[in-house]
């Protein structure tokens, strides 16, 4: 069984950073493709940013482009999601997902083989 363990989420005011973590179980880092959605209230999960097994593909949902860096850590079974410059509009529930499809889905409804629980980020103006 595959687990993802989120962490990181807070409150920040805008123009704030926040970097956000997600730990895979196992010994099965590898082999999955990694990404973050989010979900703001009343919206549907939408995709965020996702980076390939062998870390050399990346896509990004074009509103934080520039603003989010996701990368990941291979010795640490870990996938990071950089935000820098938020905006009001990035708050949500971020989740980290991992699946063997590539690329990941990015058109809504959001899916994936495995989800994280959930973390928090909220931003004020």
């Known amino acids: 069984q595959v687990q993802l363990v989120e962490s990181g989420g807070g409150l920040v005011q805008a123009g704030g950073s926040l970097r956000l973590s997600c730990e895979i179980s196992?010994?099965?880092?590898?082999?999955?493709?990694m990404g973050w959605f989010r979900q703001a209230p009343g919206k549907e999960r939408a995709f965020v940013a996702s980076?390939?097994?062998?870390?050399?593909?990346?896509y990004y949902l074009h509103t934080v482009k520039g603003r989010f860096t996701i990368s990941r850590d291979y010795a640490k079974n870990t996938v990071y999601l950089q935000m820098n410059y938020l905006k009001p509009e990035d708050t949500a529930v971020y989740y980290c997902?991992?699946?063997?499809?590539?690329?990941?889905?990015?058109?809504?409804?959001?899916?994936?083989?495995?989800w994280g629980q959930g973390t928090q980020v909220t931003v004020s103006s």
């Open positions: 980076i390939s097994r062998s870390g050399d593909s990346i």
């Open positions: 997902a991992a699946d063997q499809d590539w690329p990941m889905k990015m058109s809504p409804p959001a899916r994936a083989t495995y």
């Open positions: 196992g010994r099965t880092f590898s082999t999955y493709n």
